[in-house]
């Protein structure tokens, strides 16, 4: 067994040089215009309000002007409808509807890479104000941001597909090795998955694959085959009861959780997946037909679950993985099933892949610091595009500095990221913090497990700074009903109630912007606005200190506003004009190195 698997090169070893290679062959298209069939025709990103629309267009026009992405290409950032949320479902199908009036009949020969960057990231401040997809990481130079990689990491696929789109989310990451003779072909009709083998663990959370026994023996690293029926975040007993779990045959393969445990059992996972085009536009005359939608669909869990001879319409009724239990959910689901029963699911197994989320903070902070294997896979470092004087020895290996400047006498401890910042000499940062968009010229301390990052609003037709401050295990999607039930929220791991009293505030329908049968760490109106970058965030911190320290820091003679007011009001121009001139000063000290 695993005949073509067993190679003098251990798999994390090819994951390293097949990752290294697509990096360079980007890398050689960046800024050059590709010729017709050489890469996507059409790649486009949702946004999932106009505010987001305007900062995602902002950033691309960036981009395309200093020449990070491939040109010659159509790449568009289509808005969802106003109303009610849809999901990345109904954005899918929105994105159809625009294809189609962008396009009329041309599209249907197009290939389209389909990005998902809708919703606030909400478990991942720091992409809130300008979008997950536009996440820098720590690589390349100019950095790279999650756009760039997607785009490198697919970078075969349009040569081996026919018209059609390829679906994925903007903060997951899909490494894999394949033979040197062979690429992954979305040419079958209908729905075609990529799938990688993870962990019982991690298939409860994932969508898992139910195989046709006769389309799997895991003989090579790239193999073919179809889907019996598609599980979405099951339970550990309905994979085995639905014969979704297998067995390695070679312990040195399997799947490990991030350290030395291994388990010989493994599912196989989803990640991004493709439509053909004659399966799209099945779907655009039904979303034609629907008119509106007044729910959130999932691309995932409510297209897929239609799929292959084994799918049921009992999912259609389960709503236990449904964030909102909305009026209409099961009717629209019973129709995606009718529309779609009988459509075959093919999957493209990955047997040398991995499957890497950074949407969380904890996932951000361990996959960019302690992660020793996305580290090799992908060559991540600690120090990238920055200017940091005399830390090679301070920061070693577990901080990550992204598109910063540094003083020689600032700190950053073990497990931190410094992002898009400016920091001072007498700035120490604690262990596992997230720092974003920061300029601090005076003497702070930022906690250990604490999240900061600075937004630039327009309020009166003036530029003005809140700085947002949570911990890092803070719920900021956790939603109580009622004012008596606030005491629910935790702040840095306090009551906000408790923390209410140190800020000289009090519980009211004031205190929370929108919805008030809808409250969370999201509306509770509790950041400063300042006229100053560095006020900004000795203010912010002094909430995060109070805090920590049971020490009184009055609120109620600053103007506060929630995470949601301070995004409502962002200046997009403002924040990217502070990370150009970090851009400019970085491009510069590092041109002089190279003259020295």
Request: hydrophobic share 35%; glycine share 8%; with cysteine.
């Amino acid at each position: 067994m695993q005949k073509a698997m067993q190679s003098e090169a251990q798999p994390e070893i090819l994951l390293q040089r097949a990752t290294g290679e697509r990096l360079e062959r980007f890398a050689r298209l960046r800024g050059k215009t590709v010729e017709p069939g050489e890469f996507w025709d059409v790649v486009v990103i949702t946004a999932v309000d106009k505010n987001q629309e305007v900062a995602y267009q902002k950033q691309l026009s960036e981009k395309l002007k200093r020449k990070e992405l491939p040109l010659g290409v159509h790449y568009h950032v289509f808005v969802d409808p106003p109303g009610p949320k849809i999901g990345n479902g109904g954005s899918t199908l929105h994105v159809l509807q625009c294809l189609e009036e962008h396009y009329g009949d041309k599209w249907d020969s197009f290939t389209v890479l389909l990005i998902h960057s809708g919703g606030y990231s909400q478990r991942l401040p720091n992409a809130s104000a300008l979008g997950k997809i536009f996440t820098a990481l720590p690589f390349g130079d100019p950095v790279y941001q999650m756009m760039d990689l997607k785009l490198a990491m697919y970078i075969d696929f349009p040569t081996h597909m026919n018209s059609g789109i390829l679906i994925t989310c903007a903060d997951d990451i899909e490494l894999y090795n394949i033979g040197p003779t062979e690429f992954i072909r979305f040419d079958q009709p209908g729905f075609t998955a990529l799938a990688h083998p993870s962990s019982l663990a991690i298939g409860t959370t994932h969508g898992v694959f139910v195989l046709d026994p006769s389309s799997h023996s895991i003989e090579r690293e790239l193999e073919y085959g179809s889907c019996h029926r598609f599980l979405h975040k099951p339970s550990i007993e309905t994979m085995r009861q639905a014969g979704a779990v297998h067995e390695w045959y070679d312990r040195q393969l399997c799947p490990s959780e991030g350290d030395s445990t291994r388990s010989t059992e493994y599912v196989y996972t989803d990640s991004l997946f493709y439509i053909d085009h004659p399966t799209a536009a099945l779907l655009l005359k039904f979303y034609k037909q629907m008119g509106t939608l007044c729910c959130e669909i999932d691309a995932y869990g409510d297209f897929l679950q239609a799929l292959g001879p084994g799918a049921t319409q009992d999912y259609a009724k389960n709503t236990e993985n449904v964030t909102k239990k909305e009026l209409g959910l099961v009717e629209i689901r019973e129709k995606i099933f009718s529309l779609l029963k009988g459509l075959p699911l093919n999957v493209v197994l990955l047997n040398n892949s991995k499957f890497y989320h950074i949407g969380t903070t904890r996932e951000y902070l361990f996959h960019f610091t302690n992660d020793r294997n996305l580290k090799l896979e992908m060559g991540l470092l600690p120090n990238v595009f920055s200017i940091c004087q005399n830390h090679a020895e301070d920061l070693g290996e577990s901080a990550c500095i992204i598109h910063s400047v540094l003083s020689s006498r600032c700190s950053v401890a073990p497990g931190s990221v410094v992002e898009y910042s400016r920091l001072g000499p007498e700035v120490t940062v604690g262990t596992n913090s997230i720092v974003s968009g920061c300029c601090i010229s005076t003497k702070v301390d930022v906690p250990s497990n604490a999240f900061i990052t600075t937004l630039s609003m327009r309020i009166d037709g003036k530029v003005a700074y809140a700085s947002v401050v949570f911990g890092i295990e803070d719920n900021l999607k956790k939603k109580v009903a009622a004012l008596s039930e606030a005491h629910f929220l935790h702040f840095f791991g306090v009551s906000i109630g408790q923390c209410l009293e140190l800020w000289g505030l009090r519980v009211s329908e004031q205190l929370f912007s929108g919805d008030k049968t809808c409250l969370s760490l999201w509306t509770v109106r509790i950041f400063p606005v300042c006229s100053s970058l560095s006020e900004s965030v000795q203010v912010s911190l002094g909430i995060l200190n109070s805090v920590q320290n049971k020490s009184p820091f009055k609120l109620n003679g600053f103007k506060l506003l929630s995470v949601e007011e301070i995004l409502h009001s962002k200046d997009v121009e403002d924040m990217l004009k502070f990370r150009q001139q970090l851009y400019e000063e970085i491009s510069l000290q590092k041109q002089k190195e190279k003259e020295i």
